[in-house]
């Protein structure tokens, strides 16, 4: 298969690595000569680091060197069997890529968005031939990411999704299929470990370094939730989550935090710029040097239940609406943001009734909306039953 990918930074040019390391012949398209040449140095750095470890060989490498070419016309990605965009989220650009693309191209080429929060039905419709578009939503860095979300939009034909499915298979990585709506399933489903971890925030219930603390110590998560908002940016974290809430018809349950905003604002967007919820350097965060965690076991136990329980909430809805199987869900959750666990596997280990004990006690506290047991889960309480994830 020739396959094609539109975008040399980070995500394309991984992308682009993970189909040429699985034997494709890769046209990688920039509309920058220096974005290619930035990408052809960085896959070179990378290759070498791989020799260094012993998980490849010169010749392994020069193998993969010589699958991508580096191109800077549309017209040159024309006998692509698959091309995957990888540019900004902007429905008005991809939709104008797309169009001209479709121009160059047979009939039976698949033309693939990488999107992470916008319709794919909405980008397929640009296209004439709009069953040809699907969602392959990798996870960043691609070659090290096992997760692959795979959305077909309302458009979609079987046959796309099927030779799609096998393709991500070949690549060596771990595909989920995905319902085409607001986050699909993982920026979805997590959206309340980092908002829920906000409101504890904000409500002075514990600052960010006892929340993060906890979510590590008793959750076990490699990362706490302000760690990982100043890992990912907050221009880019908060603009999921804004696009979610208002995608869902402003649902409460994803209503952005005033705290993350005001950093957004501000342009301390966490590790890439030195300051965000920490103040970082030479990567490190100054706060955390002498950090002193000083927190009852009752409030520790408090936060965790709380974020954990939110999370849980999440994804049961996620299968009660149909977004994905449920053990697409705990493979999405475990293997695209390195949960210790999947979601659904937890809330059977802590008991369908505990779950929706501690939500009726949060909707009891707050009484909002945000708050409300997934129907699922009540209705498992009452019966008794476990979720099934095989």
């Keep these: 298969m020739k396959t094609a990918v539109i975008g040399a930074g980070t995500m394309g040019s991984g992308i682009a690595q993970v189909a040429a390391t699985a034997g494709n012949k890769v046209l990688l398209y920039d509309t920058k000569s220096e974005a290619l040449e930035a990408s052809k140095t960085k896959l070179e750095k990378v290759l070498n680091r791989l020799i260094e470890k012993n998980r490849i060989d010169d010749t392994e490498k020069r193998r993969i060197q010589q699958n991508i070419t580096y191109v800077t016309h549309l017209k040159d990605l024309a006998e692509a069997d698959l091309t995957i965009e990888a540019i900004i989220e902007n429905l008005d650009i991809k939709q104008k890529v797309f169009q001209e693309l479709e121009t160059y191209q047979s009939d039976n080429a698949i033309i693939a968005t990488n999107t992470s929060s916008l319709s794919i039905a909405s980008i397929a419709s640009a296209l004439k031939i709009s069953e040809r578009v699907i969602g392959i939503h990798f996870f960043n860095p691609a070659p090290l990411m096992l997760l692959v979300e795979i959305i077909p939009a309302v458009q979609t ?80 974290n908060y603009t999921v989550t804004e696009t979610v809430f208002k995608e869902f018809y402003f649902d409460p349950r994803y209503k952005p935090s005033f705290t993350q905003k005001r950093l957004a604002e501000a342009g301390y967007l966490g590790r890439k710029t030195g300051k965000g919820f920490y103040t970082y350097q030479d990567g490190k965060a100054l706060e955390k040097e002498n950090q002193n965690i000083n927190l009852s076991d009752d409030t520790a136990h408090y936060i965790f239940n709380r974020i954990l329980v939110m999370l849980i909430n999440e994804a049961a809805d996620a299968l009660f609406l149909n977004i994905a199987t449920g053990k697409d869900i705990d493979l999405a959750m475990t293997k695209g943001v390195n949960y210790p666990k999947g979601l659904l596997s937890w809330a059977n280990e802590k008991g369908i009734a505990w779950c929706v004990k501690q939500l009726d006690a949060l909707y009891d506290e707050y009484h909002e909306d945000r708050y409300r047991c997934s129907p699922l889960l009540r209705k498992m309480a009452k019966q008794n039953e476990n979720f099934i994830l095989t």
């Design 157 to 236: 034909s079987n046959s796309v999704k099927e030779k799609v499915v096998k393709t991500i298979k070949d690549w060596g990585k771990i595909g989920v299929l995905a319902k085409d709506t607001p986050g699909f399933i993982v920026n979805r489903v997590a959206r309340p470990f980092y908002g829920e971890a906000l409101r504890i925030y904000e409500e002075g219930k514990a600052d960010l370094l006892e929340i993060d603390h906890v979510m590590k110590d008793l959750g076990k998560f490699r990362m706490g939730p302000f760690e990982l908002m100043d890992f990912i940016g907050h221009d880019v």
